[in-house]
């Protein structure tokens, strides 16, 4: 049986690191060009502590240049960073299924002002305010694991506008400010255009992001299940009786916040689930549940109005609020399946950390919008390499999870 015709999920990991170097950077034009790219994944795949361009290149080669050397590939090197993500996901598309398309929001704390779009921003895992960058990134949730293929980094209008900041930095004339609904949407996009499986569901935290409901509206015009969390003060309409038990969404047409909508209790059977509470132990929840509508979800335009399960935990005792809120236009489906993809999103939370603390995430010194790109493109490489072994290794011993999310029709 050839690799070809064996199971997606089944297909041997035994790719070595010059073949996956060439896998992914082949399209690169010069020989040195992917020779550093190569030195570069090693440098991430075996130094310890800070993954500076200098420390990577002295754990690999004794060269006195190298550093110099990877440097300019990094910060200076006009090579095109998307052919290598489309060839990623390729590479793990090819060798397991994917469950969903998760977007995950990382804060890059930064000193000084010169790193490409560095500003202040409130981080809510800090408490305050900090000089940092901001990104998103796409990764694929493959039961066990998530891997990130997809990166974008928000401009500021301050970086957008200054043209001395714009040539300092190598921002091309076609990167303009986005807002950060914009760059979700951008990837939910490029991934739709570059992959060769079915649309996964798209899995979101946007419970921080002011135009929610408008990019939930976005999603589904474009076709995509979807499960997001929302800002709790998003206004929703109660659309009726949902199907089931008697579940009661309450008065229909009377708009409410969806945290409050969430935390009243909206149905006369909640429902219990072990989830991780404040502590991270498992906790029974309950889970209320009901249909809404999302007034900036819709154009206004006849048939166009939508109904979304809306669902949030209720965590008992005095003085407790309640948890995250999440919308879905996957309204037929099980909350046991819903609820697998919830925990989707907290695995791309959990890689973000893993990706800080032993693949560099946080530790680019460079100062080039092209370097920003390239830096993540190899660490979201060097992580695949390292993680899609030991996944197919772990999961051949306890048998591969059955796809628990179906399509809407």
């Known amino acids: 049986m050839t690799a070809h015709t064996r199971p997606r999920a089944l297909v041997a990991m035994d790719t070595t690191l010059d073949e996956f170097t060439e896998h992914l950077f082949g ?216 199907p089931g038990r008697g579940e009661q969404a309450g008065t229909p047409g009377r708009e409410t916040a969806a945290g409050d909508f969430a935390r009243v209790g909206n149905t006369r059977h909640p429902y219990t689930a072990l989830l991780a509470g404040p502590d991270a132990r498992p906790q029974r929840l309950r889970i209320h549940s009901g249909l809404v509508r999302v007034p900036g979800a819709e154009t206004g335009a006849p048939g166009t109005r939508r109904t979304y399960r809306l669902f949030g935990e209720r965590r008992p005792g005095p003085g407790h609020r309640g948890g995250p809120v999440w919308i879905t236009n996957m309204t037929e489906h099980r909350m046991d399946d819903l609820l697998h993809l919830v925990r989707q999103s907290a695995e791309s939370a959990r890689t973000l950390g893993s990706l800080a603390e032993d693949f560099g995430l946080l530790d680019f010194e460079g100062r080039s919008f092209p370097g920003w790109h390239h830096h993540m493109t190899l660490m979201s490489a060097a992580y695949a390499y390292k993680g899609l072994p030991a996944l197919r290794e772990r999961q051949g011993r306890q048998g591969y999870p059955a796809l628990e999310v179906r399509r809407s029709a």
Request: net charge positive; hydrophobic share 45%.
């Open 27 to 242: 399209h690169l034009p010069r020989a040195d060009q992917r020779r550093w790219a190569r030195v570069y994944l090693q440098g991430l795949l075996t130094t310890r502590g800070k993954k500076s361009v200098r420390r990577l290149a002295a754990s690999v080669t004794a060269s006195p240049t190298a550093s110099q050397s990877l440097q300019q590939f990094i910060n200076a090197s006009p090579w095109d960073w998307e052919p290598a993500r489309r060839e990623l996901l390729r590479w793990i598309e090819g060798r397991h299924p994917v469950h969903a398309w998760t977007i995950g929001q990382a804060v890059f704390p930064k000193r000084g002002e010169h790193s490409v779009g560095v500003h202040r921003r409130f981080d809510p895992a800090a408490g305050r305010s900090v000089n940092c960058q901001f990104g998103f990134g796409l990764f694929l949730s493959l039961g066990g694991m998530s891997v990130p293929v997809d990166w974008r980094l928000l401009l500021p209008e301050t970086w957008a506008g200054d043209p001395v900041l714009r040539r300092r930095a190598r921002i091309s004339p076609e990167v303009a400010h986005r807002t950060p609904e914009a760059l979700v949407l951008e990837l939910v996009d490029s991934m739709a255009a570059h992959t060769s499986s079915a649309h996964a569901p798209v899995v979101a935290d946007l419970s921080r992001l002011s135009g929610a409901g408008t990019l939930i509206g976005m999603l589904g015009r474009r076709g995509h299940d979807f499960l997001v969390s929302v800002p709790p003060a998003l206004a929703v309409c109660a659309a009726g009786f949902a």
